[in-house]
C-alpha cells in the first residue's frame, strides 16, 4: 500500500465500490487500466453490461468539497477517451450489448470507516 494518503484514500474507495458492484452480481474486468488519456479505475461486467466506473473517494467534512464535485465535464470526457482507447486496444474483453458509464461517489470518515457510498448509473 502507498504512502500517499491520497493514493491510499482512493484504494480504499475502489475496493469499496468493487465490493458494491460485486454485491450487485458484476465482475472485475480491469482495475486502474493505464490509457494514453488517464487511468480507469474499475470496469466492470455483469454478463449483459459492460461498465465504466469512475470512482471518486473524499474525507468527510462539512464544507469540503464532494465526491461529485471532481465528476465535471472534462472528467467525464477524458473517461469517455479512456473508455474507447480501452474498447478499441483490448481484444480479449467481454462482448456484451449494453455499455455504461458509472459515477460511485464514496465518503470515508477520519477511522477510514464508510460514511456514504452513492451509486450513479449511467451517470455520463
Not at 494514453?36 to 465504466?52: A, K, P, S, W
Not at 473517494?57 to 465526491?67: E, I, K, L, N, V
Request: a positive charge; proline letters at 4%.
Amino acid at each position: 500500500m502507498s504512502a500517499d494518503p491520497r493514493r491510499t484514500l482512493g484504494r480504499l474507495g475502489e475496493d469499496l465500490a468493487l465490493q458494491h458492484y460485486e454485491r450487485l452480481g458484476y465482475a472485475l474486468v480491469a482495475r486502474n487500466h493505464r490509457t494514453r488519456h488517464g487511468e480507469l479505475d474499475l470496469i466492470v461486467c455483469d454478463g449483459r453490461t459492460l461498465v465504466f466506473a469512475e470512482v471518486k473517494t473524499r474525507r468527510a467534512s462539512r464544507d469540503g468539497p464532494t465526491p461529485w464535485d471532481a465528476l465535471h465535464d472534462r472528467k467525464r470526457r477524458q473517461v469517455r477517451a479512456m473508455a474507447s482507447a480501452w474498447l478499441a486496444e483490448t481484444t480479449d474483453r467481454p462482448r456484451v450489448p449494453d455499455l455504461r458509464f458509472d459515477g460511485i461517489g464514496v465518503v470515508i470518515d477520519a477511522h477510514g470507516k464508510l460514511v456514504a457510498l452513492d451509486h450513479a448509473q449511467d451517470a455520463f
